[in-house]
């Protein structure tokens, strides 16, 4: 999503490029470099360099004089649990989805193997489905588990396949390509393997380069959603959902 810039911070962005150019190198950089990295004069970065070393963002070397990332981010990062961060982002839009569906709503991420539900929002109506926050469901066998796992790698996903006692060769093709078919549009509606008369949409939340992966879903009575206008109804309002979640997690 593309937003206009209605301020700028220039001390802040410059800040920012040297720290998310220091991220991308594998070696201490010296301050000419860091600066032609960033498209900017050494004379430019030199005061943002000092005041990073001294906040402790980039370490100096004494003998080369290059610099490079410290620990300090990564330590800030891991102060928050990914989770948290999730479910914290995932509250508004998730609240909203129900309002506007009448049906409950849950979140789910990969655990050990399993889908795991980590947060859920009850439906505005006096009778609905509503997944418990903690319940753990094969992976396979869920929408959401297969809307996540056809945003991994082929070896991710096989690893998963093979898991499942009973599946033949064919079967673990099968999967693969349903997967496959899933991958473009990150989304799922179909009937639930778990639950008769129910019919489950999920979307994918998250960026798999960050390890950051998860569903937003809808459990809902398959007699509430007669028409196919009302299935995609329904499945573009998780996909809105979980377009809202991304942009609360920075995505």
Not at 83 to 96: G, H, N, S, Y
């Amino acid at each position: 999503m593309n937003k206009s810039v209605k301020y700028s911070a220039p001390a802040l962005e410059k800040g920012l490029e040297i720290l998310e150019f220091l991220s991308a190198e594998n070696s201490p950089l010296s301050q000419s470099e860091i600066a032609n990295g960033v498209s900017r004069s050494s004379n430019e970065i030199y005061r943002m360099l000092v005041s990073l070393e001294n906040r402790g963002y980039i370490i100096r070397d004494d003998v080369s004089g290059k610099y490079s990332l410290s620990l300090k981010l990564f330590t800030l990062s891991r102060t928050h649990s990914p989770v948290e961060q999730l479910r914290f982002a995932a509250q508004i839009p998730m609240l909203e989805l129900a309002q506007q569906v009448g049906h409950a709503c849950h979140l789910s991420v990969l655990y050990d193997g399993q889908l795991l539900v980590v947060s859920q929002v009850k439906s505005p109506t006096p009778v609905s489905l509503s997944i418990a926050e903690g319940t753990l469901f094969p992976l396979l066998s869920t929408v959401s588990g297969r809307v996540i796992l056809s945003q991994l790698s082929h070896k991710e996903q096989l690893k998963h396949i093979v898991k499942v006692t009973g599946l033949e060769a064919a079967d673990h093709e099968n999967m693969l390509s349903q997967l496959e078919n899933v991958k473009s549009t990150k989304k799922l509606l179909c009937e639930s393997e778990l639950t008769l008369g129910v019919t489950d949409c999920a979307s994918f939340v998250g960026k798999t380069e960050s390890g950051l992966v998860a569903a937003v879903a809808v459990s809902a009575l398959s007699s509430a959603l007669i028409k196919d206008v009302e299935k995609e109804a329904l499945l573009s309002a998780v996909e809105v959902a979980a377009e809202k979640i991304n942009v609360s997690l920075g995505l």
